[in-house]
């Protein structure tokens, strides 16, 4: 009942709720709204918190898309802004994206790029949050809302294992082929913090700073797992054919998707092999056909699925989907709880407005766009096909804060060492 009174609080005043405690964080979710430049504050179903905020103003666009908090500091200072304080600071972006207190927080587009709040505000969501607490940026208000869906991961009825039994190697996807350089607010750290599983206080968020180690919440159930569903691309194929052509004998060069002359030659004395064409395009469906054929492997489904715990890769599979020319929209889900007696895992979903250039879905092979509209997603879990040896792996390991997001366009540039799975559904200045 007190519970009930200080969120009826909340949503007259505008006011945040005192801290939850850190193994509670995991379940905390942070929707930004840049058109009604307001922040809403989601434990599980219920909102605990809103405030207005001041996004980035034309020219410094925030971006939109799917972040979480990466490092935490109670005090920050822009080198790039003239030294601008920002005390609170949540990082969203290793390039520079950010929530933190500010003194100017007009009810309109105001900042260089990352989202100001007020100072009682940002301070006592910083005590709320702990590293991996995810954060929406969109333009128009989304909400979570309950999916449940036979393609969703459930937990096995049985304590899970601690690690991921898997030693495939996370490849990555390639960064955005059209993405523009995202505007900065503030600068790059000279090196990311150590990676440490979600779901801790600020105190444990870098043991090398004299924090301690995370325990409480690691005790009682593994960090949650990121899950990243999304369509392998031209980068992925060129790997494959490295691979290929090299086993066979034709010295391609690294296996690192990039196709450079020591990779055009071993193509070229491949082709001459097979007596295919010499001149036209360099992966045509005819050489492709006839490489996986030579290397006597099956050619790969159009997807993959990527997982990340505790920032870390953790592993790497192929997934099928059904028509794989149609644009799988951009989607977020995440664990609200779970309850191993039953085996059965509380998912909430949203999707998000898919912004796709002719440039990505010609990269992508895409001819379809996504289905919009609240079916959506129920529509896009229909055509996944997970095999059932990684749904075992994920299942074991999964628990409460575990989420999903399904999404053309792979890892992006965002993505790197020390980040979950970050997604980026506007890239570059509006106008």
């Known amino acids: 009942m007190l519970r009930s009174a200080a969120i009826a609080l909340v949503l007259m005043s505008g006011a945040a709720l005192p801290a939850v405690a850190a193994d509670e964080a995991r379940t905390?979710?942070?929707?930004?709204?840049?058109?009604?430049?307001?922040?809403?504050?989601?434990?599980?179903?219920?909102?605990?918190?809103?405030?207005?905020?001041?996004?980035?103003?034309?020219?410094?666009?925030?971006?939109?898309?799917?972040?979480?908090v990466l490092e935490k500091r109670k005090y920050h200072e822009s080198n790039i802004y003239s030294a601008a304080p920002m005390p609170w600071m949540q990082r969203l972006t290793w390039s520079g994206i950010a929530l933190h207190e500010?003194?100017?927080?007009?009810?309109?587009p105001a900042s260089h790029g990352c989202v100001r709040m007020p100072a009682e505000f940002a301070r006592t969501l910083y005590r709320m949050t702990s590293r991996g607490v995810h954060v929406i940026i969109n333009d128009t208000a989304v909400a979570p809302q309950p999916v449940s869906h036979p393609a969703l991961f459930s937990p096995l009825a049985e304590e899970p294992p601690r690690e991921l039994l898997s030693d495939v190697p996370l490849r990555p996807s390639a960064?955005?082929?059209?993405?523009?350089?995202?505007?900065?607010?503030?600068?790059?750290?000279s090196s990311p913090v150590t990676a440490t599983p979600p779901g801790n206080t600020d105190k444990s968020a870098n043991p090398a700073k004299g924090g301690k180690a995370p325990q409480a919440a690691a005790d009682s159930e593994p960090a949650?797992?990121?899950?990243?569903?999304?369509?392998?691309?031209q980068r992925d194929t060129v790997r494959d054919?490295?691979?290929?052509?090299?086993?066979?004998?034709?010295?391609?060069?690294?296996?690192?998707?990039?196709?450079?002359?020591?990779?055009?030659?071993?193509?070229?004395?491949?082709?001459?092999?097979?007596?295919?064409?010499?001149?036209?395009?360099?992966?045509?469906?005819?050489?492709?056909?006839?490489?996986?054929?030579?290397?006597?492997?099956?050619?790969?489904?159009?997807?993959?699925?990527l997982v990340r715990q505790g920032f870390e890769d953790i592993l790497s599979e192929p997934v099928a989907f059904k028509e794989?020319?149609?644009?799988?929209?951009?989607?977020?889900?995440?664990?609200?709880?779970?309850?191993?007696?039953?085996?059965?895992?509380?998912w909430r979903g949203l999707s998000?407005?898919?912004?796709?250039?002719?440039?990505?879905?010609?990269?992508?092979?895409?001819?379809?766009?996504?289905?919009?509209?609240?079916?959506?997603?129920?529509?896009?879990?229909?055509?996944?096909s997970i095999p059932e040896d990684v749904r075992m792996k994920i299942s074991t390991t999964m628990s409460t804060g575990t989420s999903l997001t399904i999404t053309d366009t792979g890892t992006g540039h965002e993505t790197t060492t020390g980040t979950d799975f970050i997604t980026l559904t506007h890239r570059g200045p509006r106008a």
Request: net charge neutral.
């Open 352 to 384: 998000l407005p898919n912004d796709l250039s002719d440039a990505d879905r010609k990269r992508l092979g895409i001819t379809q766009a996504a289905l919009e509209g609240p079916n959506a997603l129920t529509a896009v879990l229909d055509r996944i």
């Open 224 to 233: 949650p797992l990121r899950i990243l569903i999304t369509r392998r691309d």
């Open 102 to 108: 500010s003194n100017s927080v007009p009810s309109y």
């Open 241 to 305: 054919v490295q691979d290929m052509l090299t086993e066979l004998g034709f010295d391609a060069g690294a296996a690192d998707g990039i196709m450079g002359t020591t990779t055009r030659s071993a193509l070229a004395g491949f082709k001459r092999w097979k007596a295919l064409p010499a001149k036209g395009p360099q992966l045509t469906p005819d050489l492709l056909s006839a490489l996986y054929a030579s290397s006597g492997r099956t050619p790969p489904p159009a997807g993959q699925i």
């Open 28 to 68: 905390l979710q942070i929707i930004v709204s840049t058109d009604s430049q307001r922040l809403t504050v989601y434990d599980g179903d219920m909102i605990v918190a809103t405030s207005k905020v001041s996004t980035g103003k034309p020219g410094h666009d925030t971006p939109t898309g799917i972040f979480s």
């Open 175 to 189: 960064s955005h082929g059209a993405a523009g350089e995202v505007q900065v607010a503030m600068a790059m750290p």
């Open 324 to 346: 794989p020319e149609k644009a799988l929209g951009t989607h977020f889900l995440s664990v609200i709880g779970i309850d191993r007696d039953k085996g059965d895992a509380q």
